[in-house]
């Protein structure tokens, strides 16, 4: 039996995941989204107010959140097809401060005040949806599509000549990363029990790009390693009191200077699960 | 008749010394009564982060205590561990922090978390856990109603100083209208800005001017020049900044850089010396519970010791003063080692669970408690019943200019 507060290490973990996760593949095809904590924030009230409100079950409320996350991630994957590096990273970075402001002003759920009512999940209903979705994700790398994306990653012009749609495959990775940004954000909801918009702010963003680039942002199980390490870390060097932070940013400025792509690449993740490479 | 004077003398000699004996030694046991134990408390700050100057000007004030009732001979012999935690003002680290205080470090009761965003978060965790949490600063309307039995706030409702600061300032400078200002990021400050500021203002026949579109800002802002403009524009009798003193000092800079100098009126969250110093010619009037330079004779001696103790510290402001909020967590504190000596705790790690609702019951049954300002009681709500003061700062000092109770019966405050 683990302490109530490792339990809520390990919740808070699994939802940081979900979040990295939703960055990494939207980072898989090239774009860098600074907007996630939008689609978070989208995911957490929506799914908010479908439980307390509606009265649905959390697993219903959930798929129906990411459903709806997904469309506005499409919706945005169009605008955000004509943008490249960092003019997309300004771009989605406006979407999650619209988002925010969005919900600061809108009064039927809560505005500044915030919202609560909804009911506490438990640490393993979490890890239920994280590691499902960290499963399904390691499993679609294994796919074909999987190399589409990469070849839009590396080379959009080139994958476009040999036939394959990228519009397609940079929209639908939006339209993805948002929903799986969703889930996070309505167990982050359930989780916590309350939600103001403040929440789902640019630091939120920030919290996820950060756990992908620690962690790894060429292999999907990066995100789990830099959302332990980020929940974990702010914790560990408690004894620093008043230097915590300035340590803790030090070690991501020596982990990033000796491991560029993360601390998991694809290397090392087959040198861990045993696999060879194919020759 | 002298023999037996004599006798009856002795005999009622022996008969007090007895009855002496018995009242000393029992008055010793009870001073001993927790002797070789220690009583755990543990306190939520955010020494880093947005309102690190807060959370470690909180961290010094809670050592004082600690020492000083170590020093004394500790809570009935006991001696008292306050173990701290930061959780940088970020709610999810708050509510780690009280997992860990409640579960691995076994405290009887816990004092803050500081924002009420964090209290948000907290207070239904320490409700599941079943430990007394008191907020320190927390101000945003209903927090620790929504979260009773466990929830306590050593503060006063916004919406009930507002009541009482807005005739005041309406009085005082004779406001006709007013504009209003506020930091969007901040829960509080924004719903005070957004809520409960509009509909006092008005129920005094204030008009705000620009009620469909208040001016907002976001907390690290560090240019508002387009806000102060558009405040300007309205030309108002006096301004409404409903932001941290640290963002409203921002705010007012660029008032008097732009000439608006008017009389400022806003929630507790502008108490501070450092705002005093923006601009000294602008009055700002706000309510306070307790400010550096209070005159009752508690308040004396706890600004004069812990003072020179903040002063001391490297990572804070040179001048620094003691804070509202550090004369609260003092407050919570000694509310606990009272329980502790009063309500019959134990502190064995088996009573842990009946301890910590003995806590809870003392909190809420608590009566005329000897605070800073004055006595302190709870109401249903979970918030301090305490006298509370309009300041009105100017050139520099913040001088008293009305008290009242935060109860509607002011002889809860001892008036």
Known sequence: MISTYHAALLADSGILMLGALSVYIILATGQLSLGNAGFMGIGAYLASYLTVEAGLPLTLALVLSALAAGMVGIVIGFPALRLRGIYLAMATLGFGEMVRSFFLNFEPMGGAGGFSGMVHVSVGYIWLWAGGILVLVTLLERSRLWLEIRATHDDETAASLVGLNTTATKIGAFGFGAAVAAVAGGLFAHHHVYIEPANFGFDRSIELVLAVILGGSTVAPGALVGAVLLVLLPETLRFLADWRLAAFGTLLVLVLLVRRQGILDRGLFRALTFRRQAS | ?415
């Open chain 2, 1 to 415: 008749m002298a023999i037996l004077n004599g006798r009856v003398e002795k005999i009622a000699l022996c008969a007090s010394l007895v009855l002496g004996l018995a009242v000393a030694s029992s008055n010793e046991a009870e001073a001993q009564a927790l002797a070789g134990r220690e009583i755990a408390i543990g306190a939520i700050v955010p020494s880093s982060g947005h309102f690190a100057e807060w959370g470690r000007t909180n961290t010094v004030t809670l050592k004082m205590l600690e020492k000083q009732i170590n020093d004394a001979g500790g809570v009935n012999g006991a001696k008292l561990r306050i173990t701290i935690m930061d959780d940088a003002a970020r709610p999810a680290q708050s509510t780690n922090a009280l997992r860990k205080l409640a579960g691995d470090d076994k405290v009887l009761a816990v004092a803050g978390p500081l924002t009420s965003s964090a209290c948000e978060v907290v207070f239904p965790v320490a409700n599941q856990i079943g430990i007394v949490s008191t907020s320190q600063a927390s101000s945003k309307p209903g927090v620790a109603k929504a979260n009773r039995p466990w929830a306590f706030r050593n503060t006063v409702d916004e919406q009930i100083l507002a009541q009482t600061t807005v005739p005041y300032f309406k009085q005082t400078f004779g406001i006709k209208t007013v504009a209003i200002i506020y930091d969007a990021k901040d829960a509080t400050a924004a719903t005070v800005g957004t809520k409960i500021m509009p509909a006092i203002l008005t129920a005094n026949g204030i008009e705000v001017l620009n009620a469909s579109d208040l001016l907002s800002f976001n907390t690290g802002d560090l240019d508002v020049s387009a806000q102060v403009t558009k405040l300007r524009s309205y030309n108002p009798d006096g301004v409404v900044v409903s932001a941290d003193y640290s963002q409203a000092v921002t705010v007012i800079r660029e008032m008097k850089r732009q000439g608006l100098v008017k009389p400022i009126v806003g929630a507790t969250q502008l108490i501070s010396s450092a705002i005093l110093k923006a601009a000294p010619e602008m009055p700002i009037i706000a309510p306070a519970t307790f400010y550096a330079g209070m005159e009752t004779e508690a308040a004396k001696t706890f600004v004069s010791t812990l003072t020179p103790l903040l002063r001391k510290e490297s990572n804070l402001p040179a001048e620094i003063e003691p804070s509202m909020y550090d004369a609260n967590i003092y407050e919570i504190v000694s509310m606990y080692v009272d329980a502790a000596k009063n309500a019959g705790i134990t502190a064995k790690p088996e009573d842990l669970e009946a301890d910590r609702v003995k806590i809870r019951d003392y909190m809420a049954q608590l009566k005329n408690f000897k605070g800073l300002g004055g006595p302190v009681s709870f109401n249903a709500d979970g918030d301090a019943v305490k006298l509370f003061y309009i300041v009105e700062g100017k050139n520099g000092v913040w001088t008293d200019k009305l008290h009242k109770c935060s109860d509607p019966n002011p002889a809860a405050c001892g008036l």
